[in-house]
Every structure is written in C-alpha cells, then in structure tokens.
C-alpha cells in the first residue's frame, strides 16, 4: 500500500501521479537499464523527464543499478546516460560476485544514514573485509583502459552471430544488448515492455535452452532474465557458443 507501480516511458501517467501525490512521495526508483524482465532498452527521454519532475516535487531519484552497475561503464547507467540520481544501489557485482553491495549518493543524502543520520542501516556482511578486498580488486582491473570497449565488443559479436544463426535457420528471433548486458527473445522484433516479453514463443525458448544446454552452454532458464558477458569469456568461448546457437536453430527449424 506504500508502494505505486507506474509503466515505463510514460510521462503522462507519472505527471498524474505527481500532481496528486507529489507532496507524499518519498522517491522513484527506477532499473535506468530494467534487465529483470530480459532486456528492455531504456527511453533516455524518460529518465531525463524523471530527473526534472524530481527536482520540481522534491523527490529522491533513485537507481537500481544491481544489474548494470559495472556492466556498460564504470559509471553504470548514470555515466552512459549522463543523468545524476539522488542515490544509487549496487549489487555483488561490485565485489566480482561476492557477497557485498552498496548505496551511494551525495553528503546530504548519506549523511541521513546511521551512524552520522538518522536512518538506521546495518548489515552481517557489512564492511566484510574479504568481499571488500574482492570489490578493490574488481574495481582496479575495470578500471584498466579500453576495458569496457573490449567487453562491449564480445558482447556485440556474440550477439551478432546469434542472430544471424537464428536468422539462417528462418526462426523469429531477436537479440540485443547494452555493454556487457544481453536479451534475447523468441519474437521477430525486440519488446518494448513486459506485455511483449510475456507473448513470446516460450515452448520454443525452452526447446532452444536444453538444446543449448546440451552443448554445455547454459544460458539463463527464464525468458525474462538477460544474462552477461565476462572479461574472462575468450574468443573462442564467442565461436563455440555461435557455433552452437546455430546448430541449435537448425534442430528448431
């Protein structure tokens, strides 16, 4: 009951709520990359127009970057898109897996939170030393130059080969990606949003999983979970699991 759901890219219906409700709403928090329903590819538009209403309402922008934090930029979606939240979250994989995550925001935000504020927050990993020696680690290695070109370029090109597989055997299919982060869909073109996720051809998805599965490659079971592209993932891990897709839509043909 604390909570309102509003869509994606919808302008109209976030004024609505906000004139009505502007006054009581603590903050928006938004995926500025959502990946919890496959990939769906954000309306830059849209984060700006929600940045601005934040400002005029007084509200807190908050990004959940626990999936695209460190995986299209050093800077996650804020830097790519070049748009500030109030607070931003991070997931394990600012520590290469480990169990830790992070909030972050600027001084007048932080400084609310224990022990300097007075909003409570503790945690039983908090400060770990082991996971914090494994996200200094993880940071210094991404921060390497051409770090995040080299791993979008992987990405591309495994995206790349997949479809044209997909497309040699004649099965709808489509495949994106932002940085290391990829979707793909059993559907001629790419969704916008949930609903279009939810109609796709999920028997064939399916057959395509074990198939691929078969082959030792283990893509994510769900249609509505992307998956991610490694530093660690070689050239030849990219030919394998082209070569792979391909047979695979072959047998789905």
């Given at each position: 009951?604390?909570?309102?759901?509003?869509?994606?890219?919808?302008p109209?219906?976030?004024?609505?709520?906000?004139?009505?409700?502007?006054?009581?709403?603590?903050?928006?928090?938004?995926?500025?990359?959502?990946a919890?329903n496959?990939?769906l590819?954000?309306?830059?538009?849209?984060?700006?127009?929600?940045?601005?209403?934040c400002?005029?309402?007084?509200?807190?922008?908050?990004?959940?970057?626990?999936?695209s934090?460190?995986?299209?930029?050093?800077?996650?979606?804020?830097?790519?898109?070049?748009?500030?939240?109030?607070?931003?979250?991070?997931?394990?994989?600012?520590?290469?897996g480990?169990?830790v995550?992070?909030?972050?925001?600027?001084?007048?935000?932080?400084?609310?939170?224990?022990?300097?504020?007075?909003?409570?927050?503790?945690?039983?990993?908090?400060?770990?030393?082991?996971?914090?020696?494994?996200?200094?680690?993880?940071?210094?290695?991404?921060?390497?130059p051409g770090?995040?070109?080299?791993?979008s370029a992987?990405?591309a090109?495994?995206?790349?080969?997949?479809?044209?597989?997909a497309?040699?055997?004649?099965?709808?299919?489509?495949?994106?990606?932002?940085?290391a982060?990829?979707g793909?869909?059993?559907?001629?073109?790419a969704?916008?949003?949930?609903?279009?996720?939810?109609?796709?051809?999920?028997?064939?998805?399916k057959?395509?999983?074990?198939?691929?599965?078969?082959?030792?490659?283990?893509?994510?079971?769900?249609?509505?979970?992307?998956?991610?592209?490694?530093?660690?993932?070689?050239?030849q891990?990219?030919d394998?699991?082209?070569?792979?897709?391909?047979?695979?839509?072959?047998?789905?043909?």
């Amino acid at each position: 009951k604390e909570t309102i759901v509003l869509p994606l890219n919808d302008p109209e219906k976030l004024d609505k709520v906000l004139q009505k409700k502007g006054h009581e709403i603590a903050a928006i928090i938004i995926e500025p990359i959502p990946a919890n329903n496959g990939l769906l590819l954000q309306d830059r538009s849209f984060l700006e127009c929600l940045r601005k209403k934040c400002y005029k309402y007084g509200v807190l922008l908050i990004f959940d970057e626990v999936i695209s934090g460190f995986r299209v930029g050093f800077e996650g979606a804020t830097g790519l898109y070049g748009i500030q939240p109030d607070i931003i979250t991070f997931g394990k994989i600012i520590g290469g897996g480990m169990p830790v995550g992070a909030i972050g925001g600027p001084a007048k935000v932080m400084d609310r939170m224990a022990p300097l504020g007075d909003v409570y927050q503790a945690g039983t990993l908090s400060g770990n030393p082991i996971a914090m020696a494994a996200g200094l680690a993880t940071l210094r290695l991404i921060k390497a130059p051409g770090f995040f070109d080299r791993l979008s370029a992987t990405t591309a090109r495994l995206v790349k080969g997949i479809q044209a597989g997909a497309d040699q055997a004649g099965v709808a299919f489509s495949i994106r990606h932002q940085g290391a982060m990829a979707g793909m869909y059993f559907l001629k073109d790419a969704p916008n949003n949930f609903g279009q996720i939810m109609g796709q051809d999920i028997e064939r998805f399916k057959k395509f999983f074990h198939l691929m599965l078969d082959e030792g490659i283990y893509f994510p079971p769900s249609t509505v979970e992307a998956f991610f592209m490694s530093s660690a993932h070689s050239d030849q891990d990219i030919d394998a699991t082209i070569a792979a897709a391909t047979r695979s839509f072959k047998a789905l043909a």
